[in-house]
């Protein structure tokens, strides 16, 4: 038994809930300790997190009696959908109200949901400058987020509403890093426009989360927004120059071009570039970079990203 305040961390081995789990974990004389969930204890991942300390337990979000057993005896919890494992915003909003329902039954202090915008409050369905997705989305892997924040609130849970931003490493693994083009050049190619897009080390948001579990329960009930910086798609090229030491220019798509890229996240990230930009300024507002680093003083730079990122950046 730990006389540590149990923090139970959904995705512990992944981005969010992995940055989480590590910030608790290298804080040896922290006052919490780590349940780490996963769907498999034996895993690589889930074995390293338990060398460190943190107790594996193993979990399936889409069961209400292992939802139930994770969250039993916590203090804290960490709740994060995983959009990009079915691309179902309809399986997001069971799994959001099934982690509120089990948190409450469960008497959990402090819960963070890690959300996003509902567009569709200021792009409504019936609005046609971006196209329906899936019937009833614009954003669909943002709509369901926001849309679920209604779950917590309605079980009267102790939550702070954490947005979250674009991870940086999008440009490693999402397939939305530089490319090289016909003509033999590199081209990092978005549809923001010139709008600054807010983003963010994956590792630094359970960084900044762990930053909220410390400050008590002060920040309940709020939205909190947190990002690394804001940068246009010109300002990241000419970063990534620097730091590959090739040059890489920065193309702007529109969205309408965007949308017809053959890959199956084209439409709901078009929709999202298009909904950043033509909201940049209350987007980025509600991310503000130094309150992040209030919560994380160690939050990373984009530069920073780079310098300790840059060879795994493919540039095919
Ligand atoms: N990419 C971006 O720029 C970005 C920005 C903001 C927000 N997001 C959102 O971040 C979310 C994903 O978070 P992430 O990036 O931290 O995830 P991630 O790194 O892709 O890891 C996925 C995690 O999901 C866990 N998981 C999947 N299915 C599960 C289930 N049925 N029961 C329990 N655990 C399950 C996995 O754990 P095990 O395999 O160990 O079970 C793993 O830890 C998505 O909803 C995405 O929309 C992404």
Redesign the pocket.
Known sequence: MTDKKIIAV?????????GLARAILNDRMGGFAVRA????PG?E??QALAKLGAEVVK????SMP?LRQAFDGAYGAFC??????HFLPDK?LA?ASAMATAAKMAGVKHVIW?T?EDTRLKVPLKDKRMPTLMERYKVP??DA?GESDQAFRMAGLPTTYLR????W??FIY?GLGPKRQPDGSLALTLAMADKKLPG?A?ED?GRCAYGIFRKGMDTIGQTIGIAGEHLTGAQMAAAMTRALGQEIRYDAVTPEEYRGYDNAAAKDVANMFQYMSEFESEFCGARNVESSRAFNPDLQTFERWLAANKDRIPLS
């Open positions: 959904l995705g512990a081995t992944g981005s969010q809930g992995g969930l996963t769907r498999d895993t991942k889930a979990t399936d979000v889409n292992s994060v959908t995983f959009f990009w494992e997001e799994q890690s996003l892997h943002f987020k979250t931003s674009f991870y490493k999008n999402f963010i994956a948001i």
